[in-house]
């Protein structure tokens, strides 16, 4: 695998507990001699839900309602699945989002497998197993669409993926998002970083439309956009030590326009304005609907002058 990106945990300093984020680890190319690619290509077994003894109700009656569509998806439009991973509580558990993440992208799979129980943490063997299964899923991307660059950062989304999908259906969901029109991953596989910059640079100008001292201020420092590339890069799946707030993260990702994870930076500029101003280092918890909000009210067509300027001046 071919990278041409610079580790994306640079300017990736803190999490979101204002804790050090590790180093991201190369991913293993040891596939213990398989013959054939496919042959690790099963569905993961790891459980990472939380169960707890309340819920609430609203997302009980949510999860009736899922169950519902669940029994014939096919009679379901797209919105529909789109309501569900927007309001509250997401996609509710990964039983759910591993059938309705490739619904959400188009990808229709037989993903009616349930993921089998496992107690917190991850068993030694199991990982073993999964950073196999993780660098297979990756290798039969790039072998797929050999024009792509694989980045640093791109095991992050498709850890995810495989988590909650297990191998078999993540891999044509990674695809999508990798490749054709509007895959959202795209522009972070090409020869050059220029695609994915010219992408981040939506951030400041979206910052001034919502918060204009804020942004004058990040400009005067000269802090430019690179702090939030692994946010970017990575759907904030390295950043975020929480695997709750990344999976609910993607349940919004997938049915959003491509550039809305620039929309939720932005957002998160905004909301820790405080902290910027006194140069403290901390992520917050990621609130969507204040993203979506910040989508809404700022095209991006609306913003390409502003693009257009700041690159002028770089």
């Known amino acids: 695998m071919d990278s041409n990106k610079t580790d994306a945990d640079s300017g990736d300093k803190c999490n979101s507990n204002g804790k050090c984020s590790p180093t991201l680890r190369k991913l293993p190319i040891e596939l213990n001699h398989a013959k054939n690619i496919d042959d690790i290509s099963t569905p993961s077994e790891l459980k990472f839900d939380q169960e707890f003894d309340y819920e609430d109700p609203d997302i009980t009656e949510k999860r009736k309602e899922i169950e519902k569509c669940l029994q014939d998806p096919d009679s379901v439009n797209l919105e529909q699945w789109q309501d569900f991973a ?160 990344v999976v609910r993260l993607y349940d919004y990702f997938l049915c959003a326009p491509p550039l809305f994870p620039v929309y939720v930076t932005a957002a998160l500029v905004v909301h820790r304005a405080l902290e910027v101003y006194t140069c403290e280092c901390d992520m917050a918890m990621l609130h969507c609907l204040l993203s979506r909000k910040l989508y809404e009210e700022n095209n991006p067509t609306d913003l390409e002058k502003e693009v257009a300027a700041l690159e002028r001046r770089e």
């Not at 349930?114 to 990982?127: D, M, N, T, W």
């Not at 998002?177 to 939506?202: D, E, K, R």
């Not at 201020?217 to 590339?229: N, S």
């Open 86 to 245: 927007t309001s509250k509580g997401g996609l509710i558990s990964d039983e759910f989002r591993r059938k309705i993440w490739p619904l959400l992208v188009g990808v229709v799979l037989d993903v009616n497998r349930s993921l089998k129980r496992f107690p917190p943490g991850i068993p030694y063997l199991q990982r073993v197993a999964l950073q196999d299964q993780l660098t297979v899923l990756i290798l039969r991307v790039i072998m797929k669409y050999p024009h792509l660059k694989y980045y640093q950062g791109y095991h992050d989304v498709a850890i995810t993926l495989l988590l909650v999908c297990g191998s078999r259906a993540s891999f044509p969901l990674l695809c999508r998002l990798s490749h054709g029109a509007g895959a959202p991953l795209a522009p972070f596989m090409q020869v050059t970083m220029q695609p994915t910059q010219h992408l981040l640079n939506y951030m400041l100008p979206v910052v001034a439309r919502a918060e204009k001292e804020l942004a004058e201020y990040l400009d005067k420092a000269g802090v430019g956009t690179m702090f939030a590339l692994p946010w970017y890069l990575t759907w904030f799946g390295h950043s975020l030590t929480r695997y709750t707030d």
